[in-house]
């Protein structure tokens, strides 16, 4: 059981490419969620999805557009990528009530 | 979102219990109280949650104030690999805050041997 898997684990982009962070989930669970984490601070909330085909904005969406299209899927993308959005990226999927399941993370850096 | 405040810092010895504690003042009656921890490199791990009573698990216990306002983390025996930040989150039992978690800075706690 694989659990939360992110893609890629690394990559640097130039300043204005685009690019798109996959992260699927093998537990069939309704929600799952977008996080950025930079130096010495906590998570934050980027989109996050309620269910197939459903997406909400969280509290740094400005800069991605995410996408749910299958349920074990979700998609985070960067149109015009900012050194700004250097982060570290974290996707989480839980089923109702039951606690986060956290990915290992996508390390970015934007030149 | 309700907010929670927690130490920067703490340290222990290893095989020694740790009491990680967390404030949230302003929790509402349907917030849960969860705690993760995240070790180097990786994404934040579950460790327990509660509503109004104390909690035990395999990982730890959970000590919840009659009054809600505050909460403890007790690791009854630290070791080395308990070395991590520890986050105290409220998640929202309802309405638009409804499963989500907001992160603060957590407790960072080192495990001397």
């Known amino acids: 059981n694989a659990g939360v898997t992110q893609t890629p684990k690394f990559r640097v982009l130039k300043t204005g490419q685009s690019m798109t962070l996959l992260c699927a989930q093998d537990?069939?669970?309704?929600?799952m969620y977008w996080y950025r984490q930079d130096p010495g601070m906590g998570l934050r909330l980027i989109h996050y999805?309620?269910?197939?085909?459903?997406?909400a904005k969280g509290e740094v969406p400005d800069g991605y557009n995410v996408s749910r299209l299958k349920k074990q899927n979700f998609l985070l993308g960067l149109e015009s990528a900012a050194p700004s959005q250097t982060s570290v990226y974290f996707c989480?999927?839980?089923?109702?009530?039951?606690?986060?399941?956290f990915g290992d993370g996508t390390r970015l850096s934007i030149l | 979102d309700a907010k929670t405040t927690q130490p920067n810092s703490m340290e222990s010895n290893e095989e020694e219990p740790v009491h990680l504690p967390c404030n949230h003042s302003?929790?509402?009656?349907?917030?849960?109280i969860h705690w993760y921890r995240q070790l180097p490199s990786q994404g934040p791990e579950y460790v327990i949650h509660?509503?109004?009573s104390n909690v035990n698990n395999r990982m730890a216990s959970l000590a919840i104030a009659e009054d809600r306002k505050s909460s403890t983390l007790i690791l009854h025996r630290a070791t080395l690999r308990d070395a991590a930040v520890y986050y105290c989150?409220?998640?929202?039992?309802?309405?638009?805050?409804?499963?989500?978690?907001?992160f603060g800075q957590g407790t960072i706690l080192t495990v001397h041997p």
């Open positions: 989480a999927s839980r089923d109702r009530v039951k606690p986060q399941h």
């Open positions: 537990m069939n669970h309704e929600y």
């Open positions: 999805s309620v269910g197939e085909g459903t997406t």
């Open positions: 302003t929790i509402s009656g349907t917030d849960y």
């Open positions: 509660g509503l109004t």
């Open positions: 989150i409220l998640m929202g039992g309802s309405g638009t805050s409804y499963g989500k978690l907001t």
